[in-house]
């Protein structure tokens, strides 16, 4: 079968290996669609904290059963499935008291161990969530990056009635404010320097947007939410910059949520945060209950996924992949990697 291997920052390599086996309890999954992410670019520029190299990439996507291990029940040929890419020790502290996600031996597919860039790949049974019917490949490639959003919504508390600020509106800033909307939020008001992902922020129905580069995001911040600014902001970039805005524009005593992965480190504004007494908090990842709200708000009608589609390229386009987000920064959203293909030549 097909690999693709990033060798080093910037250079994806492909190569033929054998396909793997699978246990008993295990399901040897035809992998269908790659969704590449903000952390996975990271990792293509070498600027990813937690990764070395070579690696194999892949942690968002969504595969089709293709065959099962003699004591699998809850799978059949065909089946859409995904998964969550955590694999935890389940023995520190964290593990122990529930919060595996954080797990201190904490390794995710795609990062600290291989991913699913290849044709088959096996997971547990017990690892496995089957799509709804009517799920595409694409959006069972979704199911992940909204789940980071739902998790991310949550260690908010309850949004229900608040006034949300979502720094950053790429897929992630995206969904978070669209997850904050579904759970009930009062106002969401996202920022972005890209008029193209405000224009599809709008698309997806939110209608609160602001460009900082050209006009005060403070102004607009009140313009919204009057002078009590927002409650709640997530920070769904990654730089300093962004950081201290969401420090700035939150009401005192409100909560700053890190959403974004951050590759250099940044400075923020201590002082204004001891000062307005606020309070912040990381977000990493997921949990499986996530992953279940996740299926279910995209079934429904909590997330408009379509806009948020920019393009789909072959397996074997995975470079160019890259080089289009490269040369195409403000305007791609989410970048699909179909493995289709791979199948038809077959």
């Avoid at 009608?301 to 289009?324: H, M, W």
């Amino acid at each position: 079968m097909l690999r693709a291997t990033m060798t080093r920052p910037g250079k994806v390599e492909f190569g033929e290996v054998p396909k793997p086996g699978f246990g008993a309890e295990d399901v040897l999954l035809r992998i269908r669609r790659i969704g590449i992410c903000g952390s996975d670019v990271h990792v293509y520029h070498g600027k990813h904290p937690y990764t070395s190299y070579p690696v194999v990439q892949g942690h968002e996507f969504c595969g089709e059963v293709g065959e099962v291990g003699r004591s699998v029940h809850g799978f059949v040929q065909g089946d859409l499935v995904t998964a969550p890419p955590q694999i935890v020790c389940g023995k520190c502290l964290p593990c122990r008291e529930g919060r595996y996600h954080i797990c201190e031996n904490l390794k995710v597919i795609g990062f600290q161990a291989p991913g699913v860039a290849q044709e088959f790949f096996p997971f547990p049974e017990s690892a496995l969530m089957k799509l709804p019917a009517a799920f595409t490949p694409e959006l069972g490639a979704l199911v992940e990056p909204a789940a980071v959003a739902i998790h991310a919504v949550s260690r908010a508390g309850s949004v229900l009635g608040l006034r949300v600020l979502v720094l950053g509106a790429g897929p992630i800033g995206n969904l978070v404010a669209q997850v904050a909307r579904w759970r009930g939020a009062r106002q969401v008001l996202i920022s972005d320097v890209s008029d193209h992902r405000l224009s599809i922020a709008r698309q997806c129905g939110i209608t609160h947007t602001i460009n900082p580069n050209k006009d005060s995001l403070e102004l607009r911040v009140s313009e919204v939410f009057s002078s009590d600014r927002a409650e709640v902001a997530f920070e769904c970039v990654g730089l300093a910059e962004t950081a201290n805005q969401a420090i700035l524009c939150v009401r005192k005593g409100g909560t700053v949520i890190i959403v974004g992965v951050f590759g250099e480190r940044p400075g923020f504004d201590l002082g204004l945060v001891q000062d307005r007494e606020l309070e912040v908090r990381g977000t990493l990842m997921y949990q499986r209950q996530d992953y279940v709200d996740s299926i279910r708000c995209l079934a429904g009608s909590g997330i408009k996924a379509d806009p948020l589609l920019t393009r789909s390229f072959p397996f074997r386009q995975y470079p160019e992949a890259y080089a289009f987000i490269e040369e195409n920064r403000e305007a791609v959203m989410k970048v699909m990697i179909d493995l289709d293909d791979l199948a038809e030549v077959k």
